[in-house]
């Protein structure tokens, strides 16, 4: 029975442990993963999609305007006792011209319906729809900035991972020099200054790696809040952060500039924005011109106010009529309120003409970063090559007992620096690469 539970106990541990094996699995994702990811569980991106919604209902709202208003009404009410008020008739009978009805029972269905306005309601429904485009734009605006945030999430996880391999390798290169060194020191060939030297060295490096990890986590945690993964997964980088730079369709300066002028959806909202002010201008300017409405409606009450004499009985009336509006003078309020509309539109335009300079700058900025961080790149790279082959030099003269164990602490000190400066360069490359193509419009 004993070894029964005991068989039992042990399955539990393995199943546990199967469990949370699979639970702290990596997520391998390659970069356009980690976007899509991010693209569909983002907070920010349900926001504005929200707020478009409302937008399109604005729209709805101001194309109802013009559209026929049907209600219907009723009403009680209980007045005093009255004297009657009778006409005797010829025949000797009295006619009852106002009776005493203390309940006053009245009913209505009425209706309404702007037929002119002046364009003043075709103008706000073109302001509500401009408003609704430029939201529907800014949706693409964060969809634009969350691929350059993941982006930069993606490849920070990348640098901070090859920094930590970079550094685990010179880690196993300086323990087998030390051990090396141990043993010359054991047998009298090198002073105890040498062995002191290389330790001294492995504890910076272990410093270096410990702060490399702590880097590397945090950038984990960081990329898996963008995509939406759950607190504490394992995020496996997939694409190297050594990838083919990406070619442009165009590969002149002013070519680029334009197509980012006609890409960035932040112009697309601005110039919707432009337009909503333009029409939100002209409905104001509309104020103090005529309106006509149509009205009339029907009336079934007890009694009936409208049929004479009052009778203490249901009755029907109806009525048809125009209605005509004009506040021709408002002691300059409209006025005003045209003043304050222009300069709204003005301000539109200015800060449309402001972000197009904006975009334009930022682009040939991007460019030259992008080119200045690859042409950094082969140079680190170069100097990564000159460096492997100074440490090998190097270390074949100690082995050889012709150069210290200085002489090998600097060379190796070299190769770490150049290969960490290398992986900088890389992921500076990949991030200059990130903003150009945000600068281009964010859809590449």
Same mark, same amino acid.
């Given at each position: 029975?004993?070894?029964?539970?005991?068989?039992?106990?042990?399955?539990?541990?393995?199943?546990?442990?199967?469990?949370?094996?699979?639970?702290?699995?990596?997520?391998?994702?390659?970069?356009?993963?980690?976007?899509?990811?991010?693209?569909?569980?983002?907070?920010?991106?349900?926001?504005?999609?929200?707020?478009?919604?409302?937008?399109?209902?604005?729209?709805?709202?101001?194309?109802?305007?013009?559209?026929?208003?049907?209600?219907?009404?009723?009403?009680?009410?209980?007045?005093?006792?009255?004297?009657?008020?009778?006409?005797?008739?010829?025949?000797?009978?009295?006619?009852?011209?106002?009776?005493?009805?203390?309940?006053?029972?009245?009913?209505?269905?009425?209706?309404?319906?702007?037929?002119?306005?002046?364009?003043?309601? !075709?103008? /706000?429904?073109?302001?509500?729809?401009?408003?609704? @485009?430029?939201?529907?734009?800014?949706?693409?605006?964060?969809?634009?900035?969350?691929?350059?945030?993941?982006?930069?999430?993606?490849?920070?996880?990348?640098? @901070?991972?090859?920094?930590?391999?970079?550094?685990?390798?010179?880690?196993?290169?300086?323990?087998?020099?030390?051990?090396?060194?141990?043993?010359?020191?054991?047998?009298?060939?090198?002073?105890?200054?040498?062995?002191?030297? /290389?330790?001294?060295?492995?504890?910076?490096?272990?410093?270096?790696? /410990?702060?490399? !990890?702590?880097?590397?986590?945090?950038?984990?945690?960081?990329?898996?809040?963008?995509?939406?993964?759950?607190?504490?997964?394992?995020?496996?980088?997939?694409?190297?952060?050594?990838?083919?730079?990406?070619?442009?369709?165009?590969?002149?300066?002013?070519?680029?500039?334009?197509?980012?002028?006609?890409?960035?959806?932040?112009?697309?909202?601005?110039?919707?924005?432009?337009?909503?002010?333009?029409?939100?201008?002209?409905?104001?300017?509309?104020?103090?011109?005529?309106?006509?409405?149509?009205?009339?409606?029907?009336?079934?009450?007890?009694?009936?106010?409208?049929?004479?004499?009052?009778?203490?009985?249901?009755?029907?009336?109806?009525?048809?009529?125009?209605?005509?509006?004009?506040?021709?003078? !408002?002691?300059?309020?409209?006025?005003?309120?045209?003043?304050?509309?222009?300069?709204?539109?003005?301000?539109?335009?200015?800060?449309?003409?402001?972000?197009?300079?904006?975009?334009?700058?930022?682009?040939?900025?991007?460019?030259?970063?992008?080119?200045?961080?690859?042409?950094?790149?082969?140079?680190?790279?170069?100097?990564?090559?000159?460096?492997?082959?100074?440490?090998?030099?190097?270390?074949?003269?100690?082995?050889?007992?012709?150069?210290?164990?200085?002489?090998?602490?600097?060379?190796?000190?070299?190769?770490?620096?150049?290969?960490? +400066?290398?992986?900088?360069?890389? +992921?500076?490359?990949?991030?200059?690469?990130?903003?150009?193509?945000?600068?281009?419009?964010?859809?590449?």
């Amino acid at each position: 029975m004993k070894s029964h539970c005991t068989a039992i106990v042990l399955l539990g541990l393995l199943g546990a442990g199967s469990v949370a094996s699979a639970q702290s699995s990596p997520i391998g994702l390659t970069l356009a993963d980690a976007i899509t990811r991010g693209l569909e569980n983002s907070h920010r991106l349900a926001e504005i999609k929200a707020r478009e919604e409302g937008a399109k209902a604005a729209v709805e709202v101001a194309a109802a305007a013009d559209r026929p208003l049907v209600g219907a009404s009723a009403s009680y009410s209980r007045t005093n006792h009255v004297t009657e008020f009778a006409v005797p008739q010829p025949n000797g009978s009295r006619l009852v011209v106002y009776p005493d009805i203390p309940d006053n029972l009245l009913s209505r269905v009425s209706f309404q319906w702007p037929i002119f306005t002046s364009g003043r309601t !075709d103008a /706000l429904e073109r302001a509500a729809a401009a408003e609704a @485009a430029a939201v529907g734009s800014e949706i693409e605006v964060a969809r634009a900035d969350l691929r350059f945030e993941i982006s930069r999430a993606y490849w920070a996880v990348v640098t @901070a991972r090859e920094a930590v391999r970079v550094l685990d390798v010179s880690s196993e290169r300086i323990d087998a020099q030390l051990k090396d060194a141990q043993q010359r020191f054991a047998v009298g060939l090198i002073p105890p200054n040498e062995v002191s030297t /290389l330790e001294a060295q492995r504890a910076r490096e272990r410093a270096q790696r /410990l702060e490399a !990890d702590n880097l590397h986590r945090s950038s984990i945690v960081e990329l898996a809040r963008l995509i939406g993964a759950p607190p504490g997964s394992a995020i496996e980088p997939t694409d190297s952060i050594a990838q083919p730079t990406p070619v442009f369709r165009h590969s002149n300066e002013s070519s680029m500039v334009e197509e980012a002028l006609s890409h960035r959806p932040e112009l697309k909202a601005l110039a919707s924005r432009v337009n909503g002010a333009e029409f939100r201008e002209r409905a104001v300017s509309s104020a103090t011109k005529p309106t006509i409405s149509l009205i009339g409606g029907v009336d079934y009450a007890r009694p009936n106010p409208r049929i004479f004499p009052r009778k203490g009985e249901w009755q029907e009336s109806w009525d048809v009529g125009v209605n005509v509006n004009w506040a021709f003078l !408002d002691f300059g309020r409209t006025k005003a309120q045209r003043v304050e509309a222009a300069a709204m539109t003005k301000a539109a335009r200015e800060r449309l003409a402001d972000v197009e300079a904006v975009i334009s700058a930022d682009v040939r900025q991007r460019l030259m970063d992008r080119d200045s961080a690859h042409a950094i790149a082969e140079a680190a790279d170069a100097a990564v090559k000159s460096a492997i082959e100074a440490r090998r030099v190097v270390a074949e003269r100690f082995g050889a007992g012709v150069a210290t164990s200085t002489d090998l602490i600097v060379a190796q000190v070299a190769q770490l620096e150049t290969e960490l +400066a290398r992986t900088r360069a890389l +992921a500076n490359l990949r991030l200059a690469e990130a903003r150009l193509e945000r600068s281009m419009g964010g859809s590449r």
